[in-house]
T-cell receptor, first 112, second 112 residues
Framework: DVKVTQSSRYLVKRTGEKVFLECVQD?????MFWYRQDPGLGLRLIYFSYDVKMKEKGDIPEGYSVSREKKERFSLILESASTNQTSMYLCASGTGSTGELFFGEGSRLTVL | KNQVEQSPQSLIILEGKNCTLQ??????????LRWYKQDTGRGPVSLTI?????NTKSNGRYTATLDADTKQSSLHITASQLSDSASYICVVSAVEAYKYIFGTGTRLKVLA
């Protein structure tokens, strides 16, 4: 079975702190994605990566950066967390340009 | 504008009853449509995929339909169980690579 593992299920951070969210997949997928999920808004794409060291901005990249140094790992970085970044963050991986997405369990971030 | 709209937003049914969830999309050009199930606090899991040429596909008690002409899909759940309580998300892939458009989901609650 495909497994996408997110490093933290729940985090509480203070405004201005730097936050790292890590995601690891074990199926050798080329593509990895970071989404945030908010009530009534659905999933919104922050960044995605289709290869090591490659990254593309999604719909809402402001305030976020990403890193993909190894194929299996995709990290989301909040350089200076703000309260409006309180959300559920979902990592996904997949193959092909329209293939099925496999999601991690999510990381619920609260910024105080 | 590429959009996916789902209805109803929420639904409550009694265990053993059937229900149908709707998804309308305006994504073009269309590649495929997937239904995902998301349990509370967990990541979404794919239930079924529909491509342009497919009208109906079943996965156990779940049956998805697609009308590519009217750009509508439905997910029918037969003989509902308590474990069906979840959010159901319709996701449409555009031919444009890595472009996934998410609906806001239908929250289903099955009562004993």
């Amino acid at each position: 079975d495909v497994k996408v593992t997110q490093s933290s299920r729940y985090l509480v951070k203070r405004t201005g702190e730097k936050v790292f969210l890590e995601c690891v997949q074990d199926m050798d997928h080329e593509n990895m994605f970071w989404y945030r999920q908010d009530p009534g808004l659905g999933l919104r794409l922050i960044y995605f990566s289709y290869d090591v060291k490659m990254k593309e901005k999604g719909d809402i990249p402001e305030g976020y950066s990403v890193s993909r140094e190894k194929k299996e790992r995709f990290s989301l970085i909040l350089e200076s967390a703000s309260t409006n970044q309180t959300s559920m963050y979902l990592c996904a991986s997949g193959t092909g340009s329209t293939g099925e997405l496999f999601f991690g369990e999510g990381s619920r971030l609260t910024v105080l | 504008k590429n959009q996916v709209e789902q209805s109803p937003q929420s639904l409550i049914i009694l265990e053993g009853k059937n229900c149908t969830l709707q998804c309308n999309y305006t994504v073009s050009p269309f590649s495929n449509l997937r239904w995902y199930k998301q349990d509370t606090g967990r990541g979404p899991v794919s239930l079924t995929i529909m491509t342009f040429s497919e009208n109906t596909k079943s996965n156990g008690r779940y049956t998805a339909t697609l009308d590519a002409d009217t750009k509508q899909s439905s997910l029918h759940i037969t003989a509902s169980q308590l474990s069906d309580s979840a959010s159901y998300i319709c996701v449409v892939s555009a031919v444009e690579a890595y472009k996934y458009i998410f609906g806001t989901g239908t929250r289903l609650k099955v009562l004993a």
